[in-house]
């Protein structure tokens, strides 16, 4: 079981938004505002999409935001593309013990 | 352009040693931390620990600790994971990741913002 908790799946049509939930405790997204957000697809390494919370880097579409409300955060996707079709990891940072932590990962289809 | 150069594929045998490398290709190698990160055939990414070559300061994540060793070469911008005696389980993608960001003495900051291609580590008799 990972320590941070995302839908398994979630599914949108091309032009909609969608929306990924990462729920962690206080120990983790509650407590630090560094939880992160990575585009892995099949057969690839991850991609940071979103950093702190809420910043792109560099060259990510805007289309990609997120946000945090408690021990939750989310990553929204809007005017959703066929390429955007890939799993989606959270990730946030839980302190000096135990550094880093994943969530189980939510694979997003295009329709 | 600056990416992040991982060792090839591995097959070995269950109790086998194992040392596999990530190496920096156009950046300060000593200036980052880099971190590891397993994903089992079809599961999701967990992080395993971080080091910064530096000064070769390492951070474990509790499930690894005693699991594997993280080490690192400055002279030649290279950080390497290793496994004493490989079990069955080990089998996975094996990613490293620089960290944009730092660790102090108690804690880390940042996120990881560029990834090796994998290293796919199979354990078979």
């Known amino acids: 079981q990972s320590a941070l908790t995302q839908p398994a799946s979630v599914s949108g049509s091309p032009g909609q938004s969608i929306t990924i939930s990462c729920t962690g405790t206080s120990s983790d997204v509650g407590s630090y505002n560094l939880v992160s957000w990575y585009q892995q697809h099949p057969g690839k390494a991850p991609k940071l999409l979103i950093y702190?919370?809420?910043k792109r880097p560099s060259g990510v579409s805007n289309r990609f935001s997120g946000s945090k409300s408690g021990n939750t955060a989310s990553l929204t996707i809007s005017g959703l593309q066929a390429e955007d079709e890939a799993d989606y990891y959270c990730c946030s940072y839980a302190g000096s013990s135990t550094f880093w932590v994943f969530g189980g990962g939510t694979k997003l289809t295009v329709l | 352009e600056v990416q992040l150069v991982q060792s090839g594929a591995e097959v070995k045998k269950p109790g086998e040693s194992l040392k596999i490398s990530c190496k920096d290709s156009g950046y300060s190698f000593t200036s980052y931390w880099i971190g590891w990160v397993r994903q089992m055939p079809g599961k999701g990414l967990e992080w395993m620990g971080i080091i910064y070559p530096g000064d070769s300061d390492t951070r474990y994540s509790p499930s690894f600790q005693g699991q594997v060793t993280i080490s690192a070469d400055k002279s030649i911008s290279t950080a390497y994971l290793q496994w004493s005696s490989l079990k069955a389980s080990d089998t996975a993608m094996y990613y490293c990741?620089?960290?944009?960001?730092?660790?102090?003495?108690?804690?880390?900051?940042?996120?990881?913002?560029?990834w090796g291609q994998g290293t796919m580590v199979t354990v078979s008799s």
């Open positions: 702190e919370g809420s």
């Open positions: 990741a620089r960290l944009e960001g730092y660790c102090s003495s108690n804690s880390c900051y940042g996120a990881f913002d560029m």
